[in-house]
């Protein structure tokens, strides 16, 4: 696949109009909440530790409309029922899709309410820089991203957990 050819398909994705975000009450703990959807393919958990000032959400991203994973120069994108597989710049690939994304800030005071989740190997540093292969190869990807239908936010400080649900455009562009 080209570059044209990738652009193509990237703008045929759906576009985010808005973010829905709404307080919600949980039936049991976050934690237990979570583990529910722990076996579900693209879930993700950030949870925060102690009582610290740093560490005061937990967040959990679910039931991604799209995944992206790249391992050395083959990028790959599943978007509801489609898919491409392609060779490129993965860091490209995401800023592309972060200008695409990009919502403007909220009043609210949640420190996410959508975005990319999942997470950045050691092994990407092969993409930015020549250094010594120093690991033995895992075959796990180099770059595992979702973007996630909803998210839950827990803000531990006040014990309030909002639900995040980003709102497409009816079709695709």
């Not at 398909?9 to 583990?35: G, N």
């Not at 309410?113 to 050691?122: D, I």
């Not at 010594?132 to 180099?142: A, F, I, Q, S, Y």
């Not at 979702?146 to 009816?170: E, G, N, Q, Y």
Request: glycine share 4%; proline share 5%.
């Amino acid at each position: 696949m080209n570059g044209s050819d990738r652009d193509r398909w990237l703008d045929q994705l759906p576009v985010l109009t808005e973010i829905h975000q709404e307080e919600i009450k949980l039936a049991r703990p976050f934690e237990e909440a979570a583990a529910c959807f722990a076996r579900n393919r693209g879930t993700v958990l950030l949870q925060s530790g102690i009582d610290l000032d740093c560490s005061r959400y937990h967040i959990l991203a679910l039931n991604p409309w799209l995944e992206l994973k790249s391992r050395q120069e083959r990028i790959e994108i599943t978007c509801q029922d489609r898919h491409v597989a392609f060779d490129g710049d993965i860091l490209a690939l995401i800023q592309q899709l972060l200008d695409r994304y990009r919502i403007h800030p909220d009043e609210s005071d949640l420190p996410v309410r959508c975005g990319l989740f999942g997470y950045l190997s050691y092994d990407l540093k092969d993409r930015i820089e020549k250094l010594p292969v120093t690991c033995m190869d895992t075959g796990l990807p180099d770059l595992y991203m979702v973007c996630p239908s909803a998210v839950l936010i827990h803000d531990k400080k006040t014990a309030r957990t909002h639900l995040c649900i980003p709102v497409f455009k009816k079709g695709l562009s």
